[in-house]
């Protein structure tokens, strides 16, 4: 059974740092595309970023390029999150989401349950 | 604003169809596969159309995708009370970026 479970979700100053991590499941992690994506409170669905299998490629949103860094670690089965600079508008459930195969990134069927990130004084 | 354009809300009576569109532009859903995602409140999106039209395993058939030029369409029919929920597109861009659209909340009335 295919699992993914977010964690380091926590309330940070604005300006702050914080790492998130993804623990994956149940399928040959180092095969697929691994997304970040993130819903603030009340509002839609907003990709944050995407890495390739073997972590070579990563992608970013433009509200977060430079600020953010997705990697990988194969061998632990965990994508992580590395997020700096952060502002209220950064304020979200951070979901990953495994991507559709080893080619498309776009995520599919498996998401985590999400971790809360709170950007406040 | 969202890079695909979906109506911010749609409604039907039980039994009805209901079409949800998704617009986009020849970068993204002009050139590559659009899916599907429906997310119950508090809880985390479900995958329901991929590659267009196709339907993953569980996912009754009274839910179909389809793709036309630039834009997209999920259609529901026999509308149950239980479908009541927010959807949303989704799909590449060629400027190296997945997109989703503004989503769209879906009312059975």
């Known amino acids: 059974e295919v699992q993914l479970l977010e964690s380091g979700g926590a309330l940070v100053q604005p300006g702050g740092s914080l790492r998130l991590s993804c623990t994956a499941s149940?399928?040959?992690?180092?095969?697929?595309?691994m997304n970040w994506v993130r819903q603030a409170p009340g509002k839609g669905l907003e990709w944050v970023s995407v890495?390739?299998?073997?972590?070579?490629?990563?992608y970013y949103a433009a509200s977060v390029r430079g600020r953010f860094t997705t990697s990988r670690d194969n061998s632990k089965n965990t994508m992580y999150l590395q997020m700096s600079s952060l502002g209220a508008e950064d304020t979200a459930v951070y979901y990953c989401?495994?991507?559709?195969?080893?080619?498309?990134?776009?995520?599919?069927?498996?998401w985590g349950q999400g971790t809360l990130v709170t950007v406040s004084s | 604003q969202s890079v695909l354009t979906q109506p911010p809300s749609a409604s039907g009576t039980p039994g009805q169809r209901v079409i949800i569109s998704c617009s986009g532009s020849?970068?993204?859903?002009?050139?590559?596969?659009v899916h599907w995602y429906q997310q119950l409140p508090g809880t985390a999106p479900k995958l329901l159309i991929y590659?267009?039209?196709l339907r993953p395993s569980g996912v009754p058939d009274r839910f179909s995708g389809s793709k036309s030029g630039t834009s997209a369409s999920l259609a529901i029919s026999g509308l149950r009370s239980e479908d009541e929920a927010d959807y949303y597109c989704?799909?590449?861009?060629?400027?190296?970026?997945?997109?989703f659209g503004g989503g769209t909340k879906l009312t059975v009335l």
């Open positions: 989401a495994k991507g559709i195969s080893s080619i498309v990134a776009v995520p599919d069927a498996y």
């Open positions: 149940g399928f040959t992690f180092s095969t697929y595309f």
């Open positions: 890495i390739s299998g073997n972590g070579g490629r990563t």
């Open positions: 020849t970068s993204n859903i002009g050139s590559n596969f």
């Open positions: 590659r267009n039209d």
């Open positions: 989704a799909t590449w861009d060629d400027s190296l970026s997945v997109v």
